[in-house]
């Protein structure tokens, strides 16, 4: 885990959001969160709630959020940010040892810890101890990365660093780990992707009933530029239609850059 402490060491999760793809990443997992968590005021576990980017909108809703991360710099983000002096509680913690009762969430949200376990066993002991303390009929939203999102993002990159690259997006595609040996810039860090019924059969495995996937961006990673688009009301909301229509289409599942899975506890 030290290179992905190392990674995002680098302060750039922050405003990750705010710029490129994130702007529509950013849009659809609110709208779907929106639509898939209980009414508010709702208790909700944000687990792996990196700076508070969600959070802070999950107040706003009027919920209840308990912020839990693995990073000291993102924890300390959080702690000195006033806009979510709101929460809770925050937390540094891991996600596979939940510090919270049992029972005790309405909804838990891992938007980010599973595809940062790159052991399978991990991944079961993370849902594991979300479904814990999860109430019965809790919400759970986990997102992960499918394995075929390092092809689809190079390509729209335009294949850039080809030798050292394609070795890395081939080995993510054909056996799930993304690795970055030389720690580039401009690469993502050790990672685990999905194909997408691996993804819904380890929610399942853990207890999570009626799991439903939906494709986050979809074919919006094929935009040369989506921050200009979602800057324009009109084609904003054009695209945001287009991506509601095909979100749950199992033809998308595998290439939308994330991939967000909901079920009940």
Known sequence: MDEIATYYGLDR??????????????????????????????????VGGGTGVYARELLKAGH????????????????????????????????????YASASADAVLLLGPLYHLTRS??????????????????????????????????????????????????AAYTGGEYLNP?????????????????????????????VTLYALE?????LPDPEEIMRDAERREGLLAALRLMERDPALLGVTPHLLAVGQG
């Not at 580039?184 to 009626?210: K, M, Q, S």
């Open 13 to 46: 999760e922050h405003d990750r959001l705010t710029r490129g793809l994130g702007v529509v990443e950013f849009a659809r997992t609110l709208e779907l969160l929106g639509r898939l968590l209980p009414p508010a005021p709702a208790a909700v576990l944000d």
């Open 64 to 99: 209840a959020v308990h912020l839990l991360d693995a990073m000291p710099g993102h924890v300390a983000r959080v702690r000195a940010d006033p806009t979510l002096a709101g929460l809770t509680s925050v937390t540094l913690g891991d996600a596979r040892r939940l510090p």
């Open 121 to 170: 066993a991990d991944r079961a002991a993370a849902l594991a101890e979300a479904r814990r303390v999860l109430r019965p009929g809790g919400v759970l939203v986990a997102v992960g990365i499918p394995r075929a999102a390092a092809i689809c993002g190079d390509f729209t990159r335009g294949l850039p660093g080809e030798p050292y690259f394609r070795p890395i997006r081939e």
């Open 182 to 210: 030389e720690h580039r810039p401009g690469y993502f860090t050790t990672a685990y992707f999905h194909h997408p019924h691996e993804l819904e059969a380890e929610l399942a495995a853990a207890g999570v009933r009626d």
């Open 218 to 222: 979809g074919p919006a990673s094929l």
